[in-house]
């Protein structure tokens, strides 16, 4: 791991990955951040680490093959951490089109140009060897097994049944992942890990969203009974992951990463509330998300006993600091909540 590609790094949790791997891994030389800027991709969530002599931002489209296979030959990847997508599923429920074309075309374009870098032979259209190190990992999500009745948890080997464009979205990039690595011998893996929660996190998501509208006094949305169950990982103990697959994987695997930490959306909602020392009232019983997943919960057996890794965030814990995290950044809320958030926010919530 020399010569790193971070797709999507604007993001949620390619930033929060970005800061975790520059600080952890001291001898890469160069990381390419590679992201579209879309609503949710942000600079300011890496205005820390601008001054890094290896950082570099590139603006690019992932389904943009000249400019992927641009980028490749410019740069000299060995590694790509691919986290670029449309993630939430929401949106995902009015434009199916756009998570197809970004989530599963842009998956093509980025291996397609991988493939092409990487192998040693690449006119020999049978060649399956490349140059020593190189890898590309796919980060996947829980959500492609589909849901989870009261009990049980998903493995890497539970079948792939996604219930949203969103996860049916990332199950589809998820194997054509696996076919490349099948059918040309390229390097890979894909991670599938649980709801993420952390610093930087965009408030259309559940914990931003909630600590956003509770510091307003405005009502706080519940789909449906609130008796859905998530199983919470903090963004650093997913980033910790991320970097023993890279480190020590074995090419071709799958790996699930879960935080250990499963709560209804209510018993979260109420610990956000205690935190916040606002009242339960807040709580809005709205209608329901259609297909809407009723529970997950990962099994990490496989990463925990093979390369080591455990999550170390209690809920608690990381709600906490969470909560701690946006009441100390008041002006990246103000910022990111202006504009094409408010015409979001009105669509999704005044009708419900
Ligand atoms: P996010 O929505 O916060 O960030 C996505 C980033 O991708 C943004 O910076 C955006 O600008 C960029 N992007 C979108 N389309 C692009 C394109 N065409 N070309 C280049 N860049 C583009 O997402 P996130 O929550 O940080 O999730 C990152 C990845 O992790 C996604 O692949 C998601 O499916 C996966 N994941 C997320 C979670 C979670 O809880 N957030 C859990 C499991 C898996
Ligand atoms: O499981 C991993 C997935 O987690 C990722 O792949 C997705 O990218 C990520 O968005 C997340 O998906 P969810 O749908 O689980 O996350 P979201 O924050 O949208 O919702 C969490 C739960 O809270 C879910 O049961 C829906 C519910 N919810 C959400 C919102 C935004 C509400 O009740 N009200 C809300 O306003």
Redesign the pocket.
Known sequence: MNRVLV????????SNFIRYFLKHQQDISLLVN?????Y???LENLTDCESDPRYRFVR????DYGQVKQLFSEYGFDTVV???????VDRSITDPELFLT??VL?TRALLDAAKEQWNIDPKNKYSQTYKPGVRFLQ?????VYGALGPTGKFTELSPLLPNSPYSAS?ASADLLVRAFGQTFGLPVNIT??????GPY??PE?LIPLMVHNALLDKPLPVYGDGMQVRDWLHVEDHCAAITAVLERGLVGEVYNIGGSSEKTNLELIRLILRELEKSEDLITYVQDRPGHDRRYAIDHTKITETLSWSPVYTVEEGIHETVQWYLHHPDWIERVVTGEYQVYYARMYETL
Do not use: M
């Open positions: 797709t999507g790094g604007a993001g949620f949790i390619g590679f992201d579209f800027l879309t949710a991709g942000n690019g489209d992932v389904r691919h986290f670029a997508a449309e993630s939430h970004t989530n842009g980060i996947s999500t829980d959500e990332k599938r890990c649980s709801n993420n929660y996190q965009f998501k």
